[in-house]
């Protein structure tokens, strides 16, 4: 296992305006931040106040307008792979045109790993969160909380050491929502992996070590437990 104060992500001065001219309307402003190996953070705050656009910088899907996002311990940002980073997106994100079992085996042929294993890694995945029944149906044939649950496997299968999950458990009822998350904490429990949820359950953010709460696109106060 590595050293635990290895930072795995880290924003610099970081803003993202969208529009031009008299409509910019900044999404985040000079956020500054940086998450660890083995950190369990949540972000929460209001819709719109930057959250999902905090997460998609730290997963390279986005870049910044101003500021620098570096990965120190992930490699160049041209070289991420699932295997570095896992992320649950907020809104449905599978490939309509794959079955269930073709999306996660994707992430792990994505990550240019032994191809034998990917079929294999990806059905113990979906079978951690109770998908074996579905894994021959296509996106479209599926329930939305079943399709979050398969963007999470596709998440976990490479053992990534970062995942970044968006509002994970928005589709889903209380029970599922809780084996999710298990899931994810049982999926890096052993590693010095890191874990960043953004969320509007208080219950879910009750059990992360770390909060950061947003309000107008910054970062307006870090609670961290004492251990």
């Known amino acids: ?13 970081v803003s993202r305006c969208y529009g ?4 910019q309307r900044a999404a985040l402003a000079n956020i500054s931040c940086k998450v660890l190996a083995g950190d369990r953070v949540a972000v929460v705050g209001p819709s719109g106040s930057g959250k999902s656009t905090l997460l998609h910088l730290m997963a390279g899907l ?14 160049p940002e041209a070289e991420l ?38 079929r294999p890694a990806a059905l113990g995945a979906l079978e951690k969160l109770g998908l074996l029944t579905i894994v021959d149906r296509l996106p479209g044939e ?6 979050q649950r398969v963007a999470a496997a596709r998440a976990i299968v490479c053992e990534p050491r970062l995942i970044l999950a968006d509002e994970p458990t928005g589709q889903l009822d209380s029970v599922t929502a809780s084996k999710l998350i298990e899931e994810l904490f049982s999926s890096i429990a052993n590693s010095d992996a890191a874990l960043i949820v953004a969320t509007h359950d208080l219950t879910i953010a009750g059990r992360m070590r770390n909060q950061w709460r947003m309000a107008h696109g910054k970062l307006v106060r870090i609670l961290e437990k004492q251990n």
């Open 1 to 13: 296992m590595k050293q635990m104060d290895e930072i795995l992500v880290s924003l610099e001065n």
């Open 20 to 23: 031009a001219g008299n409509r």
């Open 62 to 75: 986005d870049k910044p307008t101003r500021g620098v996002v570096r990965w120190p311990e992930l490699g």
């Open 142 to 147: 599926i329930s939305g909380g079943q399709t």
């Open 81 to 118: 792979r699932p295997d570095e980073i896992g992320v649950v997106f907020q809104t449905p994100s599978l490939l309509p045109t794959l079955t269930v079992l073709e999306n996660v085996e994707l992430s792990w042929l994505l990550s240019k790993r032994d191809e034998a294993r990917a």
